[in-house]
Every structure is written in C-alpha cells, then in structure tokens.
C-alpha cells in the first residue's frame, strides 16, 4: 500500500513536470523513471521496517487471517508509529497528488483554451485516467485508515475483527484496480479489445 501511494505521488509529480515543460520528452533517458522507482521502494522500506525493530509492530488482523501493523495496542510507542504512518504514508502522498494535479489541470486548460492538439488530448487522457486510479486508491485505503485510526484511539473493542474484514480487503485488493482502469481508460489497449 504505501509503494502504490508514494509510486502515484511520484507519477502525479512527474506527470506534471513532463506536462507543463516547454521541450519535448526524452523518452530514450530511463533515469527519471528509475529514480521514482528507486524511491518509491526506499520510501516504503523507511515506514515498514520500524515495527521489526521495536518501533509499533506487526500482528494478525481482523479474524487473525492476515498480518498488519498492530492496531489495537493503545501504547504511545504504537501510538506514535500509527500517527506518523497516517501521516507520512497517506496525508503527505495524498498532499503531492493533490497539489500536482491541481497544477497540471490548471496549466491543460490554460492549453486547451489555446491549441486542440492531439498531442495534448492524449495527455487529458492520460490525466483522466491517472485521476481515476488516485480516486479508487483513496476509496479503497480511507476506510481501513479509518479504521486503523479508530482502532488505535477509540475505545477498546470499538472496532471488531468483523467489523474489520471489509476495510482490510478492499483495502489489499486496491493494487488490482490499476490494471483495469489503465485497460478501459487507455485508447490504444481499448481499440484491440
């Protein structure tokens, strides 16, 4: 879950950055591209390697069928992980999507208002159908972080393992969304179809 988060972050971040620049991509040059990829994952492993050495830790959810940071431990040393991870793992991501698409759909009308290129509606594509995966990420991950929130600083027992079950799977399944939004929102794979 937070390498799809951060991994959007960075694609919204790079998506405008390549959108608003006045010369043409170098689509040769993979540098770029690695160094999202390289950062995704170390951003990752920065936030889920804490709980294995002794900062919060990790436990059965729910029903116990599945294995997650632990939740329901009220101590500030759990606490304190849980808030940051909420933070750092989700706001701040979110924060980044935000702002840079924000940005980009601000600087595509202000295009499109001039030029109707196809260049550029293939880019209002590509806009659309990234907004479309940030928006069922979101959908998928606010309940479970809800949840976990709830879990961590409502009563004890508010938040049963049943009540827990949805959250955490449609949470878990959001990493199947993307390929099939990129499948009916993407013109050239819908044309073979």
Known sequence: GIISLSSLAVLSYERYCTMTRTTEADTTNYRKSWTGIILSWTYSLLWTVPPLLGWSSYGPEGPGITC????????????????????????IPFAIIVYSYGKLLCAVRQVSSISKGPGRSREQR?????????????????PYAAVALIATFGK??????????????LAK??????????????KQVSEML
């Open 173 to 186: 399944s959001s990493t199947v969304y993307n390929p099939i939004i990129y499948v009916f929102l993407n």
């Open 68 to 91: 997650s940071v632990n939740w329901h431990s009220k101590d500030a040393n759990n606490a304190s992980y849980i808030v940051c991870l909420f933070i750092f793992c989700l706001v």
């Open 156 to 169: 004890p027992g508010l938040i049963t393992p049943a009540a827990s079950i949805i959250p955490a799977i």
């Open 126 to 142: 590509i806009l659309v159908m990234v907004v479309v995966m940030v928006v069922c990420f979101l959908l998928c991950w606010l």
